[in-house]
């Protein structure tokens, strides 16, 4: 069955960076797009990053574009997101998603993981 | 981008009773290939969203067939026949037409 179990959450000060990971099983990771979504304390969710099956297209939400960066090892099966300058906005948590397609047209997210929190505060 | 916009964002319910929840875009959700990517997804306290509906009306495994999803262009529907204990939540519609994907503010499902 598709597993995806996201590490590297925490508390970070402002400014301060921090690397999320996501290891995926069950299924053919290098076939399908992945995503990470975020949703903050008491609030709804927002898609965060989108990277392509090859890991040749990705695209971010205004917020965090310049600041994060999405990227993934298919040797690995694991999907990453690195989180630089970050801000007290960025507080949530943070869950990866696999796309039930390549990830270069559409967005469908058909499995999601438990999440990992990360606090930014000084 | 695309605003979501879900109505009602709370829904008392009584057991055994239907209930039906709206979401609206603010722009066709048609894509070129002629799908309509809109789901829905299910998130019980403290835990991750599970899909139930994609492409408007398809169910995903394992969903019972209680849920129902409908709609068109920018007007789309998900129905719960006879709401079960197990449906309190909240749920959000999402769109994966236009980048970026956007979701509703989410609409809370509660017992009586």
């Known amino acids: 069955q598709v597993q995806l179990v996201e590490s590297g959450g925490g508390v970070v000060q402002p400014g301060r960076s921090l690397r999320l990971s996501c290891a995926a099983s069950g299924f053919t990771f290098n076939n399908y797009g992945m995503h990470w979504v975020r949703q903050a304390p008491g609030k709804g969710l927002e898609w965060v990053a989108v990277?392509?099956?090859?890991?040749?297209?990705?695209y971010y939400t205004d917020s965090v574009r310049g600041r994060f960066t999405i990227s993934r090892d298919n040797s690995k099966n694991t999907l990453y997101l690195q989180m630089n300058s970050l801000r007290a906005e960025d507080t949530a948590v943070y869950y990866c998603?696999?796309?039930?397609?390549?990830?270069?047209?559409?967005?469908?997210?058909?499995?999601w993981g438990q999440g990992t929190p990360v606090t930014v505060s000084s | 981008d695309v605003v979501m916009t879900q109505s009602p964002l709370s829904l008392p319910v009584t057991l055994g009773q239907p209930a039906s929840i709206s979401c609206r875009s603010s722009?066709?959700?048609?894509?070129?290939?002629?799908?309509?990517?809109l789901n829905w997804f299910h998130q019980r306290p403290g835990q991750s969203p599970r899909r139930l509906i994609y492409k408007v009306s398809n169910r995903d495994s394992g969903v019972p067939d209680r849920f129902s999803g409908s709609g068109s262009g920018t007007d789309f529907t998900l129905k719960i026949s006879r709401v079960e204990a197990e449906d309190v939540g909240l749920y959000y519609c999402?769109?994966?037409?236009?980048?970026?994907?956007?979701f509703g503010q989410g609409t809370k499902v509660e017992i009586k």
């Open positions: 990277i392509s099956y090859d890991g040749i297209y990705k």
């Open positions: 722009q066709s959700l048609v894509y070129s290939d002629g799908n309509t990517y």
């Open positions: 998603a696999k796309d039930d397609s390549s990830g270069y047209y559409y967005v469908s997210l058909d499995y």
């Open positions: 999402m769109q994966g037409t236009h980048w970026p994907s956007t």
